[in-house]
């Protein structure tokens, strides 16, 4: 699709500096470890993530919205076979695409090997717009390859493809923020979308709090299918945000990529 990549990074570029400006300006939590540490490491993380996808883009020349278009110019994939409404489909495609993210997400947590990867996203002891970022390159190329597998499945529009892209980016930038919304509009958004209050909570230490909440965008597979919790025990305030390295560990490049592959 025509301008896909610009449209991508203003979206994303434009979302960051204000969330950032936001959270400098009137932090939802003080931050406990080193901003400029933290930044370089998630940042360091997230070059590494678009340097892994444009190699994997060697491979697989068609990423998401360029699967999406050459799934629709084959005749591939259900929506191609049954020609929905294109209202409708676009809208299915939304909340499928989403509810996979949703599904991929609670996966990551259950099965071991994948928790591995995932717990570098997890291990960040503090939690602003940066956090958003923070992945492991082997965990960023698994998920656009299921990803792509599940696009020629659906054969969905590229619009819709691209709409979902920029949804679930900028959720994800929104929800990971230090952010303070008042309490009543923090019950209003998180009927729909996931909230800053709603997915910290996702980051606590505690394992009963951080394997809950696992939406991205949509906070209504939680609520529909018990994974939800309203509120952290100890109060957003008081909770410990990572995993057991309460050190400066996790602020490291080079630890972070190597946390997947550590004994524990």
Request: hydrophobic fraction near 50%; avoid cysteine; charged fraction near 15%.
């Given at each position: ?121 997890h291990a960040d002891p503090d939690f602003d717009v940066t956090t958003a970022i923070r992945f492991h390159p082997v965990e960023i190329a698994l998920s656009m390859g299921l990803k792509i597998s ?90 410990t945000i990572g995993l057991e390295w309460q050190d400066t560990r996790p602020t490291k490049l080079s630890w972070s990529l190597r946390l997947p592959f550590r004994a524990k």
């Amino acid at each position: 699709m025509q301008h896909e990549l610009l449209i991508r990074l203003s979206v994303f570029f434009g979302l960051f500096i204000l969330l950032a400006g936001i959270e400098t300006l009137a932090p939802r939590r003080p931050l406990n470890w080193s901003k400029s540490r933290r930044w370089m490491t998630n940042w360091g993380l997230s070059a590494l993530n678009t340097l892994t996808l444009r190699a994997l883009a060697i491979a697989l020349p068609l990423l998401a919205v360029g699967a999406a278009s050459d799934a629709q110019s084959n005749g591939w994939g259900l929506f191609n076979i049954l020609h929905l409404p294109v209202a409708i489909e676009f809208i299915l495609a939304i909340l499928i695409l989403d509810f996979a993210i949703w599904l991929q997400h609670l996966i990551t947590h259950k099965v071991p090997l994948l928790w591995r990867l995932h717990r570098v996203h997890h291990a960040d002891p503090d939690f602003d717009v940066t956090t958003a970022i923070r992945f492991h390159p082997v965990e960023i190329a698994l998920s656009m390859g299921l990803k792509i597998s599940l696009i020629y499945l659906l054969g969905p529009a590229a619009l819709a493809v691209l709409v979902f892209e920029i949804l679930l980016n900028g959720t994800a930038l929104f929800n990971h923020a230090n952010i303070h919304l008042p309490a009543k509009l923090d019950r209003l958004i998180r009927l729909v979308l996931v909230t800053p209050d709603m997915h910290r909570v996702h980051h606590s230490v505690l394992r009963d709090e951080h394997d809950s909440n696992y939406g991205f965008a949509l906070s209504i597979w939680d609520r529909a299918l018990g994974t939800y919790i309203a509120q952290p025990r100890a109060g957003h305030n008081e909770m410990t945000i990572g995993l057991e390295w309460q050190d400066t560990r996790p602020t490291k490049l080079s630890w972070s990529l190597r946390l997947p592959f550590r004994a524990k």
